[in-house]
């Protein structure tokens, strides 16, 4: 099992929806999550951080942590085909430094 | 630009040959991190610093891979005597802190032909 895994997508949704990026990881130990956006050919860009259970919302997205349930989401409200990206679920663990372990990647493709 | 900068964004190199790549963090933060990523994969952890002490490395960095960040300062990886299996995204990131956030430079592509 991965220690990091995300649907491979591609996730395609109309211009305007609700866009629900998921992720669930394997070790407990696992403190803070964030999410990277990667357009075709560019390198990772943070857009969220979440180290505590609950929603924490910046703009139009909202990141959830369920530690209980060792699921991580993103959500992307009112979509824009600017959005059209892959989005990458990482985690960090504790006393290790900081180091990411990355999923694989959500595409997603936001229709106009 | 106070972002984190790669060099070179592209490398082009023969099989055999020698390749450095740099990578100069934001000034303030104190840990630096290589990933190595594949088409259609996440990055994967290589090696990281803190300062100028290598705390970690991956079993992915074999004997022909080397790192270094000498003052704590810039950092730089090299790969000898290449294989086509190197070719990827080689990305650098740094933090504040092993909780703070990390940012990514732009990456150096290299191919190995």
């Known amino acids: 099992q991965k220690e990091v895994e995300q649907n491979s997508g591609p996730l395609s949704v109309p211009e305007g929806a609700i866009a629900s990026l998921n992720c669930t990881y394997s070790?407990?130990?696992?403190?803070?999550f964030f999410w990277y956006r990667q357009y075709s050919g560019k390198s990772p860009e943070l857009i969220m951080s979440i180290y505590s259970n609950g929603d924490k919302e910046d703009g139009r997205f909202t990141a959830q942590l369920n530690k209980a349930s060792q699921y991580v989401s993103l959500l992307i409200r009112d979509s824009q085909p600017s959005d059209s990206a892959t989005y990458l679920c990482?985690?960090?663990?504790?006393?290790?430094?900081?180091?990411?372990?990355f999923g694989q990647g959500t595409e997603l493709s936001v229709k106009p | 630009d106070t972002g984190v900068s790669q060099d070179p964004r592209h490398k082009i190199t023969k099989r055999g040959q020698n390749v450095t790549f740099r990578c100069d963090p934001i000034?303030?933060?104190?840990?630096l991190y290589w990933y190595r990523q594949t088409l259609g994969q996440g990055p994967e952890f290589l090696t990281y610093?803190?300062?100028?002490?290598?705390?970690?490395k991956s079993r992915l960095l074999s004997d022909r891979f080397s790192a270094e960040r000498p003052k704590g300062s810039f950092s730089t990886l090299e790969i000898q005597r290449t294989e086509q299996g190197d070719s990827a995204m080689y990305l650098c990131?740094?933090?504040?802190?092993?909780?703070?956030?990390?940012?990514f430079g732009q990456g150096t592509r290299l191919t190995v032909v």
């Open positions: 990482a985690g960090t663990l504790d006393n290790q430094g900081g180091k990411l372990i």
């Open positions: 070790d407990r130990g696992s403190q803070s």
């Open positions: 990131a740094s933090s504040l802190s092993p909780r703070g956030d990390a940012f």
């Open positions: 000034s303030e933060h104190n840990r």
């Open positions: 610093f803190q300062n100028e002490a290598q705390l970690e």
